[in-house]
C-alpha cells in the first residue's frame, strides 16, 4: 500500500497522547498544585485545632465545681479534634512531599522513595517550617552550581615487577641498583655484600632506612653487616655528643663558659638532631633524642636568642611531634633572625597542610622557585601549582 492510503494509515495508526512538550510543562504544575493543596490543608488543620472544647481539668484538679459529665464530652471532643488535626497534617505532608519531590532538580530526585519520606517526614513534623524549608532548598538547588562528577574509585592491584629478570637489560642509577640487588634473596652473596658494603659511601639519611630493612634479612651475613653499618654511624654520633658534654659537665676539665659553652650546647642539639634525621633512632629513643635535642638548643638560644639555625631546628622537631603552634612560632622566629623565606617555605607549608589549610598550602609553595629545588620537592610543587578545578577533572 502506498500513496495517500498509506498516509492515511500511517496517521490512523500514531498514537494520540499529549506530546512531550506539553508534559514538561504539565507536571511541574500539578506538582505546584499539590503543594499549594497541602498548604491549604495544614491551613484547614490549624483551624480545626482553634475550635477545641475548653479544658476543665486544671478546675478539677483545684477543687473547683466543674460537671464531670462536661469535662469528659470535653476531653472527648479535644481528642477527636487533634486525630483529625494529626490526619489533616499527613495528608498536607504527603501532598507537599510529592509535589516538593517533583519539583527537586533532577540530580536531587535520586533515590525517590527516600527523598519522598524525608520530605513527608519534614512536612509532618514541621507545619508550615517544613515547606519553607523545602521552598529554600528548591532555589538553593537552582542556583548553585553543578559540581564536576566524582569518579568511582576502584582498587587496583599494584603490579609486580621482577626486577631480577631485568638486572642485566635495564640500566639502574647507582642507588637504584644496590637497593635491586640488596632486596632480592636470590642474588649471588657475593654481590649482595658488595652493594651493601657500597651503601657506606652514601648520604646515611638515604640509606638507613633500606639497611634496617635488611635487619630481617634471612642471610645472617647481610643481617650482621647492615647492623655493623648502622651501629657504627649511630656510635660516631654518640662520641661527638659525650665529647661536648665532658666541656660542659667539668669532670675532667674546667666546665666551659661563655661562647664555648654556646657553642657546645648548639653542637650536641644538631648532633642529636642528625640522628633523628638519619633515621637512626625509633620508639622511644627518639622521644628520648628529641627531648634531648631541644633542652640543649634552648640552652645555647639563651646566650644567643638570634641564632637562627637553632630556631629552625626547633621548629623542625615541633613539626615532626605535630605541634603545630609550637612549630609555627619557632620557624617565623628563625626569620625573623635572619633564614631565608625561601627555604623555610616547605616547613611552613608542611604546618598549614597538617592543619588542612590548603589555601594557604598553595600560596606558599607558590613562592617556590621551580629552579633550584630538590628534586624530591618538583612533584610537590607541580601538584599544588595546578588549579584543583583543572585537578579533578584530569583523567
Excluded at 238 to 249: E, S
Aim: aromatic share 6%; glycine share 6%; net charge neutral.
Amino acid at each position: 500500500m502506498s500513496g495517500p492510503e498509506a498516509e492515511v494509515a500511517a496517521t490512523d495508526e500514531a498514537p494520540t497522547g499529549p506530546p512531550a512538550g506539553s508534559m514538561r510543562v504539565l507536571a511541574p504544575a500539578l506538582a505546584v498544585l499539590a503543594v499549594i493543596a497541602g498548604l491549604a490543608v495544614q491551613v484547614a488543620a490549624v483551624d480545626v485545632a482553634v475550635h477545641g472544647a475548653a479544658d476543665t481539668s486544671a478546675n478539677l484538679l483545684a477543687g473547683m465545681p466543674v460537671s464531670v459529665q462536661q469535662s469528659v464530652m470535653n476531653a472527648r471532643t479535644n481528642t477527636q479534634l487533634v486525630l483529625a488535626c494529626f490526619g489533616l497534617q499527613a495528608i498536607a505532608a504527603v501532598l507537599i512531599a510529592v509535589g516538593s519531590a517533583r519539583l527537586m532538580p533532577a540530580r536531587y530526585r535520586q533515590p525517590r522513595l527516600y527523598l519522598s519520606g524525608y520530605l513527608w517526614v519534614l512536612n509532618f513534623a514541621v507545619p508550615f517550617g517544613g515547606l519553607v524549608c523545602t521552598l529554600g532548598v528548591l532555589i538553593a538547588g537552582t542556583k548553585l552550581s553543578r559540581l564536576a562528577p566524582i569518579l568511582p574509585i576502584r582498587r587496583i592491584d599494584e603490579p609486580q615487577f621482577a626486577a631480577s629478570h631485568t638486572t642485566g637489560t635495564v640500566t639502574y642509577g647507582r642507588g637504584a641498583r644496590l637497593k635491586v640487588e640488596l632486596h632480592h634473596a636470590d642474588f649471588d652473596t657475593s654481590l649482595r655484600m658488595t652493594a651493601l658494603l657500597a651503601m657506606q659511601s652514601m648520604p646515611a639519611r638515604t640509606v638507613s632506612p633500606l639497611l634496617q630493612s635488611m635487619l630481617a634479612d634471612p642471610l645472617d651475613d647481610i643481617r650482621l653487616l647492615a647492623y655493623g653499618i648502622l651501629d657504627n654511624r649511630e656510635k660516631a654520633l654518640t662520641q661527638r655528643i659525650l665529647a661536648q658534654r665532658a666541656k660542659l659537665d667539668g669532670k675532667s676539665q674546667p666546665a666551659v663558659t661563655g661562647e664555648d659553652r654556646r657553642l657546645a650546647n648548639k653542637e650536641i642539639a644538631e648532633v642529636y638532631s642528625e640522628l633523628i634525621y638519619e633515621h637512626l633512632v625509633k620508639g622511644d629513643v627518639y622521644r628520648n633524642a628529641a627531648d634531648q635535642a631541644d633542652a640543649y638548643a634552648k640552652a645555647a638560644l639563651d646566650d644567643d636568642p638570634s641564632d637562627a639555625s637553632l630556631w629552625r631546628l626547633r621548629g623542625r622537631l615541633a613539626l615532626d611531634q605535630r605541634k603545630l603552634d609550637v612549630a609555627d612560632d619557632m620557624l617565623q622566629r628563625a626569620m625573623d633572625c635572619g633564614f631565608p623565606r625561601e627555604r623555610m617555605l616547605p616547613y611552613l607549608a608542611e604546618v598549614a597542610f597538617q592543619r588542612r589549610d590548603y589555601a594557604r598550602v598553595r600560596r606558599l609553595l607558590a613562592e617556590v622557585e621551580q629552579h633550584g629545588t630538590l628534586p624530591t620537592l618538583r612533584p610537590v610543587l607541580d601538584y599544588w601549582h595546578v588549579p584543583p578545578l583543572t585537578r579533578t577533572l584530569s583523567p
